[in-house]
Structures are given as structure tokens and as C-alpha cells.
């Protein structure tokens, strides 16, 4: 909770007073863990990095799908197996962790770091249930 908090307090001074990550930085901060990530306080998605600039991303309800990810004109973009228009964030490492600026629309998602594991993403798979 200590951690939600001191995210929620310093996500904006970060997201103003640093520098974006390159790939080499993004993907050293990344590579191997999953993140979850919040906007406005609410619980958004978790992404898993792995190898070879693949990832794996959850809106948090089991069901993942797995994309790419790579670094155009100082952003960081994904596309994943149900949608191949790429989506572009400015990701920026700060006191409170990591933060993301979704760059495709004016005043577009800030998400910003709760969680940072070293566990795959769970993920439950379409057929799950009775």
C-alpha cells in the first residue's frame, strides 16, 4: 500500500522532469519480470517482458495475449496478435518505478508501476470453466 502511494504522489513530478528510456534501457529495466501498472488509482493491466522484445499483456482478468515491442522515434511501441496498429508510450524509471505516457492521442493513458515480480503473468486461457 506504502508503495501505491508513494507512486501515486510522485508519478506526475517523474513523468515531467525525466527523459524517456531508449529500448537498451527499457529493456534492461524489463526484461524478465512482469509489471502492473494503474491509472488514477485503479488497477489497469499487468505485461510480462520477455526475451527477444516479445511480452504478454492482461487487462488483469487471466485472459493474455501475446505481442512485440520495439523503439520508433524515441518511443517504446506494441503490437499484439489481436491488434497490429501500434500502440507508442514514452516509458519513464522514477523514484516511485516505472510510468508510461500513451503517445497515439493527445492527453492519452498514464499508467505508473504497483507491482514489479519476477513470476510469469498468470493467465487463464479462452476455455476456461464448466
Request: with cysteine; glycine share 12%.
Amino acid at each position: 500500500m506504502k508503495r501505491l502511494l508513494l507512486a501515486l504522489a510522485l508519478f506526475p513530478v517523474a513523468v515531467q522532469a525525466q527523459t524517456p528510456l531508449g529500448a537498451a534501457e527499457f529493456d534492461a529495466l524489463t526484461q524478465g519480470r512482469t509489471f502492473t501498472y494503474a491509472e488514477g488509482g485503479t488497477p489497469y493491466g499487468a505485461e510480462e517482458y520477455l526475451p527477444n522484445q516479445r511480452v504478454r499483456w492482461s487487462f488483469l482478468d487471466g485472459q493474455c495475449k501475446d505481442g512485440v515491442w520495439w523503439e520508433e522515434n524515441g518511443q517504446i511501441c506494441f503490437i499484439y496478435e489481436d491488434n497490429t496498429v501500434p500502440q507508442c508510450w514514452s516509458f519513464f524509471n522514477g523514484p516511485g518505478g516505472l510510468s508510461a505516457r500513451f503517445e497515439n492521442e493527445p492527453g492519452g493513458s498514464e499508467l505508473y508501476e504497483v507491482d514489479r515480480s519476477d513470476e510469469p503473468l498468470t493467465c487463464l486461457g479462452p476455455d476456461v470453466g464448466v
